[in-house]
């Protein structure tokens, strides 16, 4: 009996000291995984969408517009090629674009009807699901950062007006006079666009949000989205909203799910366009949610949510995206859209106009 007993005891020792295969063994060799860099990485930027015609743009405009795609886009590269996260790389390409008076973000935001500047933000992490938003800042040089900061250092995912600037001055990010916002070509549209309601003999604001000029000033908005080294996706959007807007509006930039979304089962988007229809197409989520649920490519969804869904619903614009192989999307059904992609192997693509 005694000698059964040791046998049972040394056997359950041996198993004991064996290691386990189970979910423990598996999740150590994710960690493993994720904590090796990859060779595979990109990223996706855009400047918004709209009626942009080559017989509009002068030839020194439009370099402008191509050097600034393409200073961003090597900028947010550059800190993915180094080893950076998706997140870092997505913030300082946008950055570069708020910094810009040729995109209606940041610097070059547009102007409110009361002649003000009003900005939205948001990010998305894709390896968390963490997100961060701002609406209605007048006083935060870059909307981005303020979006990035809510997401890592406070428990709320949106916050707005006031209480966000507070927010971004407790944060110790760069705050600046509203004034600094002023551009001279933004103010003029506004003043165009207050002109042509004046004028107009029916004052039925239906007429005017028509009106293809009008219509026209509603697109305007930066994005980037990036899959880092460590396979990690990121999306990120900021703008000044719509030329002329009223009460606060807020359109799509801001809201998750509509402007942003950034999931790593799935891929990472950014939208620009007439923010009210992303908003109830849920855009950005849509193309993911197509991607998990019915296993098509990034390309398939991205243009069945553009070109069909959104299309159907009466909406216009575009998104950038990225899924987590590396595959891009740049898909709009406008004249036009600033967009930029450039792969690990270090490839640049600079398009404006939709046969580049």
């Known amino acids: 009996m005694r000698l059964y007993m040791f046998y049972f005891v040394g056997l359950l020792f041996i198993q004991c000291d064996m290691p386990y295969k189970g979910k423990h063994t598996e999740e150590k060799s994710v960690n493993k995984e994720v904590l090796n860099p990859s060779e595979n990485f990109g990223l996706v930027i855009h400047g918004g969408a ?8 002068t030839d020194s405009l439009e370099q402008a517009y191509r050097d600034k795609l393409e200073e961003a886009t090597k900028a947010g590269h550059t800190i993915l090629s180094n080893g950076g996260t998706s997140m870092q790389a997505v913030t300082a390409a946008i950055n570069i674009m708020e910094d810009s008076p040729l995109f209606n973000a940041g610097k070059g935001a547009v102007f409110t009807h009361k002649g003000t500047n009003e900005l939205d933000a948001s990010v998305m992490d894709g390896k968390t699901l963490n997100a961060g938003a701002i609406s209605g800042v007048t006083t935060v040089k870059n909307p981005i950062n303020l979006a990035v900061a809510v997401m890592n250092k406070s428990e709320h995912v949106m916050l707005s007006a006031q209480g966000a600037e507070q927010f971004a001055k407790e944060q110790g990010l ?19 666009i207050i002109e042509k309601e004046k004028t107009e003999l029916d004052h ?7 009106d293809p000029f009008i219509k026209d000033s509603k697109y305007g908005t930066v994005g980037c989205v990036a899959l880092d080294k460590y396979g990690n996706l990121a999306a ?8 002329n807007k009223r009460y606060n509006r807020i359109g799509d930039a801001p809201i998750i799910g509509a402007g942003t979304y950034a999931n790593n089962a799935s891929c990472a988007v950014s939208s620009t366009g007439w923010g009210e229809y992303f908003i109830r197409g849920m855009v950005a989520h849509d193309i993911a949610a197509m991607m ?7 390309q398939e969804a991205a243009h069945t949510v553009i070109q069909e869904k959104l299309t159907k619903l009466g909406g216009t614009g575009g998104i950038v995206s990225i899924d ?3 595959n891009v999307a740049m ?26």
């Open 50 to 57: 709209g009626t942009i015609l080559k017989k509009n743009m």
């Open 236 to 243: 990120g959007t900021s703008t000044g909203g719509m030329t």
């Open 292 to 298: 998990e649920y019915k296993e098509i490519t990034l």
């Open 204 to 210: 039925d604001t239906k007429v005017s949000f028509m």
């Open 174 to 192: 760069k705050i600046v006079d509203p004034q600094y916002f002023y551009t001279e070509r933004r103010y003029k549209s506004l003043q165009k």
């Open 324 to 326: 987590r192989q590396g």
């Open 331 to 356: 898909e709009f059904n406008t004249a036009g859209m600033y967009r930029a992609h450039m792969n690990a192997a270090g490839d640049l693509d600079i398009k404006i106009y939709k046969n580049d």
